[in-house]
């Protein structure tokens, strides 16, 4: 079969790309290193975001027949070039990068030094004057991998593919080049004056910058190739860097539980902690700790990309026409919108306040049943309205919704976290008046309302009072990573941690079931 020309356009540029036969408009755009389009799925037809506008000839993916298209909208990863043809991808406005959290750090040497978050979701860059131990510029955006899937499970199955480790592995090196050299140039230095690079992420990250392969952190029993926490060489590996500069892995506890972790019990101050301290970074994997400085036992949990948006109907990352927050003022449903402009979706934090407000206002029940509007109070009823597939949605407006799909998801998602939450305490035979403080990390947790969790149960409302965010601790660790002290101390914080698998734990479904039920938003208001 001949290759057709596919020409791609967005915002006022165009470029010409090769559609390969048997290959979707996704993979192909993926193929020629584009990375401007949202695809949490991985490319699966089930997230349905990666949407774009087509003129020409194209064959299903599905059914394998040829259609004619002028100027529809369809899914890139369900259709394929028949002919020469035009895709036009939507802008992908600017994403909030959570960097607050990284200070200055002690002098540790001569040159620059790149401290890298390297999230699921978002990348993030500090980088330091080493002899004054002064930060200089940060830079971030969204994850290179995401095209390729929002969750670190996706991400798996495509590094699984032949190619796809080198593919994934070479996108996040070159952002990570990218915004070094972005960095630098602001601030008038010279990537050639970068002589450390420290790097914190989830195991699975950190495998794929490695060019390790994660696929076996992926089946029981989640083995891993490296628990890092050892420097290497950055030739080869990054270009943004001097030629005898070296890179710094941050040390990971478990197949899914990382060196974002680590960093960040060290960087929150939890891991000298004199009394009970609970440190959750919640994402796609709801990673925590429980304990103090003489040693946590550590999990992690599958919530799944819900809080980031995908695998929503309206969900979106944090950018801009993103419903952000959402409340009820006298009576009245009211909701925030990222840039104050049209909602266009809504992102993990609206989510969790809207389901706050429906569980409030009655529109959904304990359960996790959404009403009908006949059953629900008369405030919302004209709220609620039955989809095309008869599930009912909870409307903000018109073409921004909450379905009773969505409801599902955030359900399970919040259970498998407190379930979490309650195993660790069982393990460490603590209760809640035992635990001193709670510290939220990551880029979701700094947006997320505490009181909102706490309503639908995805935390302890007994432990609200004690909750605060602490921005983004795996960016600290890193920054503080670039010292030896740091790492020697990040060395001996891994020792003191257990790692407590819950995939096989009884104790852990159990309380999974037992957490579902929103039955706990009176305690909080």
């Known amino acids: 079969m001949p290759e057709h020309k596919i020409t791609v356009r967005q915002g006022g540029g165009s470029f010409e790309i090769s559609g390969s036969p048997g290959r979707s408009i996704l993979e192909c755009l993926r193929d020629a290193g584009f990375n401007g389009i949202h695809a949490p799925c991985g490319g699966r037809g089930t997230c349905r975001q990666c949407r774009v506008t087509a003129e020409g000839q194209l064959r299903s993916v599905d059914s394998g027949e040829i259609v004619e298209v002028h100027g529809g909208e369809l899914l890139a990863c369900r259709y394929a070039a028949a002919g020469a043809c035009t895709v036009t991808v939507p802008e992908q406005a600017a994403i909030s990068v959570e960097t607050r959290g990284a200070g200055d750090i002690a002098p540790c040497g001569h040159g620059l030094g790149a401290a890298v978050d390297i999230g699921t979701t978002t990348v993030a860059v500090y980088l330091y004057d080493l002899e004054s131990g002064r930060r200089l510029a940060v830079a971030g955006g969204r994850n290179a991998q995401r095209p390729f899937g929002a969750d670190v499970i996706s991400r798996i199955d495509f590094c699984s593919q032949p190619g796809g480790l080198e593919k994934l592995s070479a996108a996040i090196r070159s952002q990570i080049d990218s915004f070094i050299a972005d960095c630098c140039r602001r601030c008038g230095r010279d990537t050639s004056e970068v002589r450390r690079v420290s790097i914190a992420g989830n195991t699975v990250m950190e495998h794929i910058f490695d060019l390790l392969s994660?696929?076996?952190?992926?089946?029981?029993?989640?083995?891993?190739?490296?628990?890092?926490?050892?420097?290497?060489?950055?030739?080869?590996?990054?270009?943004?860097?001097?030629?005898?500069?070296?890179?710094?892995?941050?040390?990971?506890?478990?197949?899914?539980?990382?060196?974002?972790?680590?960093?960040?019990?060290?960087?929150?101050?939890?891991?000298?902690?004199?009394?009970?301290?609970?440190?959750?970074?919640?994402?796609?994997?709801?990673?925590?700790?429980?304990?103090?400085?003489?040693?946590?036992?550590?999990?992690?949990?599958?919530?799944?990309?819900?809080?980031?948006?995908?695998?929503?109907?309206?969900?979106?990352?944090?950018?801009?026409?993103?419903?952000?927050?959402?409340r009820l003022e006298d009576g009245e449903v009211r909701f925030d919108v990222i840039g104050?402009?049209?909602?266009?979706?809504?992102?993990?934090?609206?989510?969790?306040?809207?389901?706050?407000?429906?569980?409030?206002?009655?529109?959904?029940?304990?359960?996790?049943?959404?009403?009908?509007?006949?059953?629900?109070?008369?405030?919302?009823?004209?709220?609620?309205?039955?989809?095309p597939d008869g599930q009912m949605r909870f409307h903000l407006t018109d073409r921004v919704f909450i379905s009773a799909a969505d409801v599902r998801q955030i359900q399970m998602a919040k259970s498998a976290i407190r379930a979490g939450i309650e195993t660790l305490m069982a393990k460490r035979g603590v209760s809640y008046s035992d635990i001193d403080r709670v510290i939220i990390a990551g880029g979701?947790?700094?947006?997320?309302?505490?009181?909102?969790?706490?309503?639908?149960?995805?935390?302890?409302?007994?432990?609200?009072?004690?909750?605060?965010?602490?921005?983004?601790?795996?960016?600290a660790g890193a920054a503080l990573a670039l010292t030896g002290p740091a790492r020697d101390e990040l060395s001996k914080l891994a020792g003191r941690c257990e790692y407590l698998e819950l995939s096989g734990s009884g104790d852990f479904m159990e309380k999974y079931i037992e957490c579902m039920a929103f039955d706990e938003f009176e305690e909080v208001f």
């Open 214 to 326: 994660p696929v076996s952190i992926g089946v029981a029993p989640f083995r891993t190739l490296s628990l890092f926490g050892d420097v290497r060489p950055a030739a080869g590996v990054l270009a943004s860097a001097a030629p005898d500069a070296e890179i710094y892995l941050c040390p990971a506890l478990a197949g899914y539980v990382g060196g974002d972790i680590t960093a960040g019990l060290l960087a929150s101050g939890a891991s000298s902690s004199d009394g009970e301290c609970l440190f959750i970074d919640i994402g796609t994997n709801g990673e925590m700790g429980l304990g103090s400085a003489a040693g946590f036992v550590c999990c992690a949990t599958a919530a799944g990309p819900a809080f980031e948006g995908a695998e929503i109907e309206c969900g979106m990352d944090g950018s801009a026409g993103a419903v952000s927050a959402v």
């Open 340 to 387: 104050a402009g049209e909602a266009k979706g809504v992102c993990g934090s609206g989510l969790i306040d809207a389901l706050c407000v429906m569980l409030r206002c009655g529109a959904v029940q304990e359960n996790g049943r959404m009403c009908r509007p006949d059953e629900a109070p008369e405030a919302v009823a004209h709220m609620l309205r039955p989809g």
């Open 444 to 475: 979701f947790g700094a947006y997320m309302n505490v009181r909102s969790a706490c309503a639908i149960g995805l935390l302890p409302p007994a432990l609200m009072a004690k909750t605060a965010h602490a921005g983004n601790t795996a960016g």
